[in-house]
Protein backbone atom coordinates (compact mmCIF):
# COMPACT_ATOMS: atom_id res chain seq x y z
CA UNK A 1 0.00 0.00 0.00
CA UNK A 2 2.53 2.55 0.82
CA UNK A 3 4.44 1.34 -2.25
CA UNK A 4 1.51 2.52 -4.50
CA UNK A 5 0.47 5.69 -2.75
CA UNK A 6 4.60 6.76 -3.48
CA UNK A 7 3.56 5.94 -6.60
CA UNK A 8 0.96 8.00 -6.82
CA UNK A 9 2.54 11.24 -5.84
CA UNK A 10 5.63 10.68 -8.24
CA UNK A 11 3.39 10.02 -11.15
CA UNK A 12 1.16 13.65 -9.88
CA UNK A 13 4.25 15.14 -9.32
CA UNK A 14 5.30 14.43 -12.87
CA UNK A 15 2.53 15.53 -14.89
CA UNK A 16 2.66 18.99 -12.74
CA UNK A 17 6.11 19.36 -13.67
CA UNK A 18 5.24 18.72 -17.33
CA UNK A 19 2.00 21.02 -17.16
CA UNK A 20 4.07 23.95 -15.86
CA UNK A 21 6.27 23.26 -18.74
CA UNK A 22 3.96 23.42 -20.90
CA UNK A 23 2.65 26.81 -19.79
CA UNK A 24 5.66 27.97 -19.67
CA UNK A 25 6.11 26.96 -23.61
CA UNK A 26 2.84 28.67 -24.46
CA UNK A 27 2.71 31.64 -22.53
CA UNK A 28 6.53 32.68 -24.04
CA UNK A 29 6.41 35.78 -25.55
CA UNK A 30 9.70 37.05 -27.88
CA UNK A 31 10.61 40.31 -26.63
CA UNK A 32 9.69 42.62 -29.38
CA UNK A 33 12.85 44.94 -29.83
CA UNK A 34 16.04 43.57 -29.51
CA UNK A 35 19.02 45.16 -28.87
CA UNK A 36 21.84 44.63 -31.26
CA UNK A 37 24.52 46.81 -30.35
CA UNK A 38 26.32 46.38 -26.58
CA UNK A 39 27.01 49.30 -24.17
CA UNK A 40 31.07 48.88 -25.59
CA UNK A 41 30.34 49.57 -29.09
CA UNK A 42 28.10 52.51 -28.24
CA UNK A 43 30.39 54.02 -26.27
CA UNK A 44 32.82 53.91 -28.98
CA UNK A 45 30.93 55.98 -31.30
CA UNK A 46 30.04 58.37 -28.86
CA UNK A 47 33.97 59.11 -28.29
CA UNK A 48 34.18 59.34 -32.27
CA UNK A 49 31.46 62.28 -32.49
CA UNK A 50 30.73 61.24 -36.12
CA UNK A 51 27.29 61.06 -35.70
CA UNK A 52 26.26 64.94 -35.24
CA UNK A 53 25.60 66.92 -37.52
CA UNK A 54 25.72 71.30 -37.58
CA UNK A 55 22.98 73.08 -40.00
CA UNK A 56 25.86 73.60 -42.46
CA UNK A 57 26.26 69.98 -42.91
CA UNK A 58 22.14 69.13 -43.20
CA UNK A 59 22.33 71.85 -45.82
CA UNK A 60 25.24 69.88 -47.54
CA UNK A 61 23.31 66.38 -48.20
CA UNK A 62 20.53 66.28 -51.03
CA UNK A 63 16.81 65.91 -49.74
CA UNK A 64 16.52 62.30 -50.86
CA UNK A 65 19.82 61.43 -48.64
CA UNK A 66 18.03 61.94 -45.39
CA UNK A 67 14.87 62.17 -42.95
CA UNK A 68 14.43 64.82 -40.71
CA UNK A 69 12.51 63.67 -37.40
CA UNK A 70 11.61 66.43 -34.06
CA UNK A 71 11.40 64.53 -31.48
CA UNK A 72 9.99 67.25 -29.32
CA UNK A 73 5.88 66.68 -28.03
CA UNK A 74 3.15 67.18 -30.51
CA UNK A 75 2.45 70.87 -28.96
CA UNK A 76 6.15 72.20 -29.59
CA UNK A 77 5.70 70.57 -33.64
CA UNK A 78 2.52 72.24 -34.11
CA UNK A 79 4.22 75.66 -32.55
CA UNK A 80 7.16 75.50 -35.42
CA UNK A 81 9.66 73.16 -36.63
CA UNK A 82 12.37 72.68 -39.46
CA UNK A 83 11.06 71.99 -42.66
CA UNK A 84 9.73 68.93 -43.62
CA UNK A 85 10.54 67.67 -40.26
CA UNK A 86 8.28 64.61 -39.37
CA UNK A 87 6.87 64.49 -35.92
CA UNK A 88 7.53 61.55 -33.25
CA UNK A 89 8.33 62.53 -29.78
CA UNK A 90 10.31 60.72 -27.78
CA UNK A 91 7.86 58.90 -25.61
CA UNK A 92 6.92 57.65 -28.84
CA UNK A 93 9.71 56.32 -30.63
CA UNK A 94 8.85 52.88 -29.98
CA UNK A 95 5.37 52.71 -31.04
CA UNK A 96 4.63 50.76 -34.06
CA UNK A 97 4.13 53.30 -36.55
CA UNK A 98 7.61 54.70 -35.44
CA UNK A 99 9.08 51.59 -35.66
CA UNK A 100 7.48 50.74 -39.46
CA UNK A 101 8.78 54.87 -40.87
CA UNK A 102 12.46 54.11 -39.27
CA UNK A 103 12.66 50.68 -40.85
CA UNK A 104 11.36 52.19 -44.00
CA UNK A 105 14.40 55.20 -44.40
CA UNK A 106 17.02 52.32 -42.59
CA UNK A 107 15.85 49.76 -46.07
CA UNK A 108 15.55 52.89 -48.61
CA UNK A 109 19.45 53.94 -47.01
CA UNK A 110 18.42 57.04 -45.75
CA UNK A 111 19.65 58.98 -42.58
CA UNK A 112 18.09 59.37 -39.83
CA UNK A 113 18.72 63.23 -38.23
CA UNK A 114 16.68 63.99 -34.76
CA UNK A 115 16.46 66.85 -33.71
CA UNK A 116 15.12 68.57 -30.30
CA UNK A 117 14.97 71.79 -28.09
CA UNK A 118 18.77 70.87 -28.13
CA UNK A 119 21.24 68.07 -28.47
CA UNK A 120 20.73 66.16 -24.85
CA UNK A 121 16.75 65.93 -25.63
CA UNK A 122 17.68 64.07 -29.01
CA UNK A 123 20.66 62.21 -27.45
CA UNK A 124 18.58 59.51 -25.37
CA UNK A 125 16.51 58.46 -28.84
CA UNK A 126 19.78 58.04 -30.92
CA UNK A 127 21.59 56.25 -27.83
CA UNK A 128 18.36 53.85 -28.18
CA UNK A 129 17.86 54.26 -31.86
CA UNK A 130 22.08 53.31 -32.59
CA UNK A 131 21.13 50.27 -29.92
CA UNK A 132 18.37 48.50 -31.73
CA UNK A 133 20.58 48.66 -34.96
CA UNK A 134 19.79 51.99 -36.75
CA UNK A 135 23.39 52.62 -37.84
CA UNK A 136 21.95 55.51 -39.88
CA UNK A 137 20.27 57.44 -36.84
CA UNK A 138 21.99 61.21 -36.64
CA UNK A 139 21.95 64.09 -34.25
CA UNK A 140 21.28 67.00 -35.52
CA UNK A 141 23.38 70.01 -32.82
CA UNK A 142 21.41 72.81 -32.76
CA UNK A 143 18.80 74.20 -30.18
CA UNK A 144 15.50 75.67 -31.23
CA UNK A 145 13.44 78.71 -29.29
CA UNK A 146 11.32 81.15 -30.27
CA UNK A 147 11.55 84.77 -31.33
CA UNK A 148 8.86 87.31 -31.34
CA UNK A 149 6.84 83.80 -31.50
CA UNK A 150 8.52 82.86 -34.54
CA UNK A 151 10.45 79.62 -34.44
CA UNK A 152 13.92 79.38 -34.40
CA UNK A 153 16.58 76.83 -35.24
CA UNK A 154 20.32 77.71 -34.64
CA UNK A 155 23.56 75.61 -34.13
CA UNK A 156 24.20 74.80 -30.75
CA UNK A 157 28.31 75.21 -29.76
CA UNK A 158 29.35 72.08 -27.91
CA UNK A 159 31.14 72.69 -24.48
CA UNK A 160 35.18 71.76 -24.71
CA UNK A 161 36.06 70.00 -21.13
CA UNK A 162 37.40 72.13 -18.57
CA UNK A 163 40.50 69.79 -17.86
CA UNK A 164 41.87 68.23 -21.01
CA UNK A 165 41.81 64.15 -20.27
CA UNK A 166 44.28 63.28 -23.23
CA UNK A 167 47.18 65.81 -21.35
CA UNK A 168 46.63 64.23 -18.21
CA UNK A 169 46.30 60.55 -19.01
CA UNK A 170 49.78 61.11 -20.77
CA UNK A 171 51.17 63.11 -17.93
CA UNK A 172 50.05 60.50 -15.34
CA UNK A 173 51.55 57.70 -17.49
CA UNK A 174 54.64 59.40 -17.73
CA UNK A 175 54.61 60.06 -13.85
CA UNK A 176 54.31 55.86 -13.44
CA UNK A 177 57.61 54.87 -15.56
CA UNK A 178 59.72 57.65 -13.78
CA UNK A 179 61.28 55.22 -10.82
CA UNK A 180 59.86 57.02 -7.45
CA UNK A 181 62.71 57.06 -5.27
CA UNK A 182 62.16 57.44 -1.40
CA UNK A 183 64.20 59.88 0.69
CA UNK A 184 65.72 58.13 4.00
CA UNK A 185 64.67 60.22 7.25
CA UNK A 186 68.21 61.37 9.15
CA UNK A 187 68.50 58.69 12.42
CA UNK A 188 67.69 60.54 15.52
CA UNK A 189 70.65 60.67 17.68
CA UNK A 190 70.01 59.13 20.63
CA UNK A 191 72.39 60.23 23.95
CA UNK A 192 72.96 58.32 26.44
CA UNK A 193 72.75 60.22 30.03
CA UNK A 194 74.20 58.46 33.03
CA UNK A 195 72.60 58.18 36.11
CA UNK A 196 73.63 59.46 39.43
CA UNK A 197 74.99 57.05 41.80
CA UNK A 198 72.64 57.35 45.28
CA UNK A 199 74.13 58.69 48.29
CA UNK A 200 75.29 56.09 51.22
CA UNK A 201 73.21 57.08 53.99
CA UNK A 202 74.91 59.33 56.74
CA UNK A 203 75.59 58.91 60.37
CA UNK A 204 74.87 56.16 62.46
CA UNK A 205 72.93 55.03 65.10
Keep these: MKELERTKRISISA ?21 E ?15 ILSLNDLDKLEASQ ?12 EKGHLKDAVNISAHDIFSKSSIELLDELKANGQTIILYGE ?17 DNAKILCVETGYKDKTFQINDYPLEKPRVNFAQ ?6 SAKSKKIVKKEKPKKKVITVPK ?10
Design 66 to 77: YAVIDIRSNYEY
Design 196 to 205: KKKRAPEGGC
Design 118 to 134: HPDNANSAWMLLYQMGY
Design 168 to 173: FMDSAK
Design 37 to 51: KNSASTLEKIIKKDY
Design 15 to 35: VLFLLIILIGFLTFKKPQYVF
